[in-house]
């Protein structure tokens, strides 16, 4: 029999099923293209900044890694700003030389520092980074080259989590494998909607054009890019050039900063709300929001299913068990064991089919990236990842949502 | 190029559901048709088991009669009752065929005439089975819960008392008048409900106790 709860169900699947093709119709179509660097014309004065609120574990290494960077010294300037830190960041800081450093105080938002680095900079093109990522010595060489192009407003590079060791940074991992790589087919559309603050490039008279990074927004780095693309130019990804990035090491810390994330995105999404299926704004408003949108809506239609399902499966079971219990009986037809026989329908097809495209999905995503997950553990942790991890994706949007329309707000830090 | 995208995106999506559906379509008829022909040669089965007790009587005589038409109404009986955990089970499943509905009636009517020849055959033969028949709702969502542990209830105790006990299962909702008939004669207003050797009507829940008071088990 077909019931409203089966029609919702057969749409989940749609949708999903619809995006899933679209990945792998864009893998096929640019694949080619996925690694490709354009040549290098010139060298633009390049200025780095790095905001630095309370980061003595990893600020150090962080600015090595940058005076390693490849590039020529007469077109390199890095600015760290110390925004207000309380611990020992200042006079570690203080210990390099050939940087340029600011002090402020602190505003509560990330953007704050940003902006206050980007005005001190002269560098034609800017380049933010967070004080606990590590570039490679090359991702200048290997980005640079993007803005030959003077459509390109943003460069973004492929993030990767440094050293996974617990459960948690190895499910992370494979994460941000899989939007490093989904990120660069949404390139193929102008769709990249986050230039993320681990490392990304911007081109700064477009910075000023769209009035910098907005400071009443925790996610400031999607929120700059939803302007860039609102604008009409072009944020483009290079994925050869590699940054890693520690990630928080246990389930609060990653709790807290999914919230901020899904927090920021629906400020972003509120405050752009208006470019939806406006065809002037190209592609930020025929794919990228409606894309924004549909995510939301599609992740809580998906958990809305799961719970009910498991929630009547776990209701009718429990009843079972205690009726049984009440009337002195076994809770299953010895003779048959019917309840365990499982039959396929086209419900079980879909559920089938959609896992095996995600599990396809997330090993084409290690391929194509040249990323690894070796061994019984790795296939433990794509079967968590497909399995648990994601699932709690909506509880967190859900949270998340809880929380921004309760007006609370939320802080960077 | 990107307009490019979403039409091939499109169209191949739709394919794969489309598919998807057929698979699903398949899958659902396939179980339909097993069913429509399994009811089907249980009704020739039937027609000839009950013929060949017509037989036995006129040409036979009358003790290896009875006897003989007791085994095959009784292994009939074990046919019809796994069958109808079949047809059960693909209720549940199958999502495209509410013609499964038809089968049902077509099976409730099958059990309703091996339960008059039963009650034939306790009068003529003095067979000494019980016949526990149990009324239940097909539409009804609320009674599934209860109905489900009467089934199993049931379904384990016709497992333990074997050829001694048969167990007749009817759906009171499926508009067939003989069954309203009965609903009426015996006045059963609610589901769960068994009516043992055509003479006690228990209402709700019964545990295996309850009703082995009433058997022969």
Redesign the interface.
């Known amino acids: 029999m077909f019931y409203l709860v089966d029609l919702a169900y057969l749409l989940f699947m749609f949708v999903s099923l619809y995006f899933t093709v679209m990945f792998f119709i864009l893998f096929f179509e640019n694949k080619e293209l996925i690694q490709k660097i354009p040549k290098l014309v010139r060298y633009p004065f390049v200025s780095i900044i790095v905001p630095a609120y309370n980061e003595e574990k990893t600020v150090g290494k962080t600015i090595q890694n940058l005076k390693n960077l490849i590039y020529p010294k007469n077109k390199l300037e890095i600015i760290v700003v110390n925004d207000g830190s309380t611990d020992n960041t200042g006079n570690i800081i203080k210990k390099f030389k050939g940087i340029k450093i600011f002090e402020k105080s602190n505003q509560g938002r990330k953007a704050f520092a940003l902006n206050f680095g980007i005005k001190k900079a002269k560098g034609e093109i800017i380049t933010c980074i967070d004080a606990d990522s590590f570039p490679k010595s090359d991702s200048l060489l290997k980005t640079i080259p993007f803005f030959n192009d003077t459509s390109v407003g943003a460069v973004t590079t492929s993030v990767i989590v440094k050293e996974p060791k617990k459960l948690i940074q190895k499910l992370q991992y494979l994460e941000y494998v899989m939007i490093v790589w989904s990120r660069k087919l949404l390139e193929f559309l102008d769709g990249i909607y986050v230039t993320p603050g681990t490392m990304s490039l911007y081109r700064k008279s477009i910075l000023e054009e769209i009035g910098y990074f907005d400071e009443k927004n925790i996610t400031e780095d999607i929120e700059v890019a939803w302007k860039i693309l609102r604008k009409g130019y072009k944020i483009r990804m290079s994925m050869p050039a590699k940054v890693y990035t520690n990630v928080p090491s246990s389930f609060n810390k990653w709790w807290n900063q999914r919230i901020r994330w899904n927090i920021g995105g629906f400020q972003t999404s509120i405050k752009h709300i208006d470019a939806v299926f406006k065809s002037r704004f190209k592609s930020f408003g025929m794919f990228v929001v409606p894309f924004f949108v549909i995510s939301y809506v599609i992740s809580i239609l998906g958990f809305g299913l799961f719970l009910y399902i498991l929630g009547q499966g776990v209701y009718n079971y429990s009843n079972i068990l205690i009726k049984s219990f009440i009337y002195k009986s076994v809770p299953v037809n010895i003779s048959t064991f019917t309840d365990f026989i499982m039959l396929p329908n086209v419900f079980t097809i879909f559920g089938f089919g959609i896992f095996i495209l995600s599990l396809l999905w997330v090993l084409t995503s290690l391929k194509v990236t040249g990323m690894k997950l070796n061994g019984l553990k790795g296939i433990y942790t794509i079967l968590i990842y497909l399995t648990l991890y994601i699932t709690i994706f909506p509880i967190i949007l859900l949270y998340s949502s809880f929380k921004f329309f309760r007006g609370k707000g939320y802080k960077w830090r | 190029m990107?307009n490019n995208?979403?039409i091939?995106?499109?169209v191949?999506?739709v394919i794969?559901?489309i598919l998807?559906?057929l698979?699903?379509?398949w899958?659902?008829n396939n179980?339909l048709n097993e069913i429509k022909d399994s009811i089907t040669s249980m009704d020739i089965e039937w027609n000839d088991a009950r013929l060949q007790g017509i037989f036995y009587q006129k040409i036979s005589n009358q003790s290896s009669s009875c006897e003989d038409a007791i085994k095959s109404n009784l292994e009939f009986n074990n046919r019809i009752y796994?069958k109808g955990?079949e047809i059960?089970?693909?209720?549940n499943?199958?999502?495209?065929t509410?013609e499964i509905v038809y089968e049902k009636r077509r099976y409730a009517l099958l059990q309703l005439q091996f339960w008059s020849n039963s009650i034939n055959l306790k009068e003529s033969c003095n067979a000494n089975y019980s016949s526990v028949v149990y009324f239940y709702s097909f539409f009804d969502e609320s009674k599934?819960?209860?109905q489900?542990?009467q089934?199993?209830?049931l379904?384990?105790l016709?497992?333990e008392c074997g050829n001694n006990m048969i167990l007749i299962p009817l759906p009171l909702d499926l508009s067939i008048s003989t069954i309203d008939f009965i609903k009426s004669s015996y006045e059963i207003n609610s589901t769960p409900s068994i009516l043992i050797d055509e003479k006690t009507v228990l209402t709700g829940?019964?545990?295996?106790?309850d009703i082995l008071k009433y058997i022969n088990c």
């Open positions: 990107k995208i979403f091939k995106t499109t191949i999506t794969i559901f998807g559906i698979v699903g379509l899958l659902d179980r796994q955990i059960e089970k693909s209720e499943i199958n999502k495209f509410p599934k819960i209860d489900n542990i089934s199993i209830i379904s384990n016709k497992e829940i019964q545990n295996r106790e």
